[in-house]
C-alpha cells in the first residue's frame, strides 16, 4: 500500500478540507449578489490583516505577475531601482525591470545570509531612487530580510517607493504594511494562506497610489491600479473576470487566520521552525540559512557527508514526504522544506519521522530517534 504523500514543498502548500470545499464549490456568476458580498468582504478582510490604510488587490496571477504589477505601477521608462536580494527569487526583478527601461542597481548578499539596513541607507544615498524592492524570504536560501528595520531607513527617502516581496513570507511572517513603513506588498495564494495556486494579492499603501496617479497613463494594462480600484471597492463592477472559487477559497484561508488569531499564527510558526531545525541538526543536517537570517516559514537544509541527493529524495517521497530540491549552485547538495500555513503537529511529526525513516533506509549513521525526540521537547 503507497504512503500518502504530504506536500513539504516551499509552495504549494497543503490545503485544508475547508478551503478545499470552498475550491469545489459550484461556481456562480461574478456578478451573483451572494458571491459580490464575499468578495467585498474579503478585500476588506485583507486590508485589516495587514493593516493597511490603502488598497488591496486580489487578482488571479501569480506571485511573479504581482512583481510586475508593483513595478509597473510607480516606475517609469529611465527611472532608477534598486534591488536588493538575497537569493535566486531576488534576481527575477532585474529582468523586470530591464524589460521596463529601468536602470537597475543591485545589492546582493552570500546565499544564506541577508543584506544589512546599513548597506542598504549607503546604497540609497548615492542617487535618486524611485523605488526599492526587498524579498522578505527568499525560497532559494531560506533567509529573512530585516524589512521593518528597512522600513525605518526608507522613511528618510520620501521619493522612493518600498516594495516588499512577500510571497514566501505574507501569513507566516509578521507583515504590517504602514506600521512597518512599506508601500507595496505583494503574495500568492498558495504559500503561508495555504489555498491552491491561482491568486496573487497586492496591498497598496497612499505613497503607491500617489505615485500611480502621478504616473498618468501607463503601457500596462491588466496589472494597472486603475483598471482594479474600482473592482475592488465595488466587485459588482466588471473589468476582468475573477476567479470566483478561489476568492471563495482565499476567504476561507482568511476566516481561519482570524481564527487562530494574526498573532498566534506568527508565533506558531516561529516554534514549529525552530522545532524542526533543531531536530534535523540533531540528525546531522546543516542550515544554508545564518542562525539569525532564519525564516520561519521553510527550511533549507544542506546534507551531510554521504547522503545523495535524488536518492534522498526519491526515498522520502516513497516515504509520504515530498520536499524541493536545491536550486543554482546548491542543487544536488541541500533540499528545501517548507512548513508554512495551515499544517498541524500531525503533519511536522510524520515530516521528521519519513526523514528518519529514509535516513534509515539509506544507511545512514546517526542516533536512531534524535529527531523524534529533539520535535517532542521543542513542541
Excluded at 513595478?71 to 531576488?90: E, P, Q, R
Excluded at 546599513?118 to 531612487?129: G, V
Excluded at 533567509?143 to 531607513?153: C, D, L, N, R, S
Excluded at 536518492?311 to 514526504?321: I, K, P, S, W, Y
Aim: with cysteine; aromatic share 8%.
Amino acid at each position: 500500500m503507497k504512503n500518502k504523500k504530504l506536500v513539504m514543498i516551499p509552495g504549494p502548500t497543503p490545503t485544508v478540507r475547508s478551503i478545499n470545499d470552498q475550491m469545489g464549490r459550484e461556481t456562480v456568476a461574478f456578478g451573483d449578489p451572494e458571491f459580490v458580498k464575499d468578495f467585498k468582504e474579503l478585500v476588506v478582510d485583507l486590508k485589516n490583516l495587514l493593516k493597511v490604510d490603502g488598497e488591496c488587490f486580489v487578482v488571479a496571477g501569480t506571485g511573479t505577475l504581482a512583481m510586475e504589477m508593483a513595478i509597473a505601477n510607480v516606475t517609469k521608462m529611465g527611472d532608477n531601482v534598486l534591488v536588493v536580494s538575497n537569493g535566486f527569487f531576488g534576481d527575477r526583478f532585474i529582468d523586470i525591470c530591464q524589460r521596463k527601461g529601468l536602470n537597475t542597481d543591485m545589492l546582493q548578499a552570500p546565499w544564506g545570509q541577508v543584506v544589512s539596513p546599513a548597506e542598504i541607507e549607503a546604497k540609497l544615498k548615492e542617487k535618486n531612487y524611485a523605488a526599492i524592492t526587498v524579498s522578505h524570504v527568499d525560497t532559494a536560501t531560506g533567509a529573512v530580510a530585516p524589512i521593518q528595520e528597512i522600513g525605518k531607513i526608507i522613511k528618510n527617502f520620501p521619493d522612493t517607493v518600498y516594495i516588499v516581496d512577500g510571497v514566501a513570507a505574507t501569513a507566516g511572517e509578521r507583515e504590517y504594511v504602514d506600521e512597518y513603513g512599506i508601500d507595496i506588498l505583494f503574495t500568492g495564494s498558495q504559500k503561508a494562506f495555504g489555498v491552491a495556486p491561482g491568486l496573487l494579492i497586492l496591498w497598496a499603501g497612499k505613497k503607491a497610489l500617489e505615485r500611480r496617479t502621478a504616473l498618468g497613463t501607463i503601457p500596462e494594462y491588466y496589472i494597472d491600479f486603475e483598471k482594479w480600484i474600482p473592482i475592488m471597492n465595488d466587485p459588482s463592477k466588471y473589468f476582468a473576470t475573477p476567479a470566483v472559487n478561489m476568492i471563495w477559497a482565499l476567504k476561507e484561508s482568511v476566516r481561519l487566520i482570524n481564527e487562530e488569531g494574526a498573532e498566534a499564527r506568527y508565533d506558531r510558526h516561529i516554534k514549529v521552525s525552530e522545532a524542526i531545525n533543531a531536530a534535523l541538526e540533531a540528525m546531522g543536517f546543516k542550515l544554508l540559512a545564518a542562525e539569525g537570517n532564519r525564516c520561519s516559514t521553510l527550511s533549507n537544509i544542506l546534507y551531510p557527508e554521504g547522503i545523495d541527493d535524488v536518492q534522498f529524495r526519491t526515498t522520502l517521497a516513497a516515504e509520504g514526504v515530498m520536499v524541493a530540491g536545491g536550486l543554482a549552485a546548491y542543487a544536488g547538495k541541500m533540499f528545501r522544506l517548507g512548513h508554512m500555513g495551515n499544517i498541524d503537529d500531525h503533519t511536522v511529526y510524520s515530516t521528521i519521522a519519513a526523514i528518519e525513516r529514509t535516513l534509515t533506509k539509506l544507511n545512514y549513521t546517526y542516533e536512531k530517534g534524535i529527531g523524534l525526540k529533539t520535535l517532542l521537547e521543542r513542541m
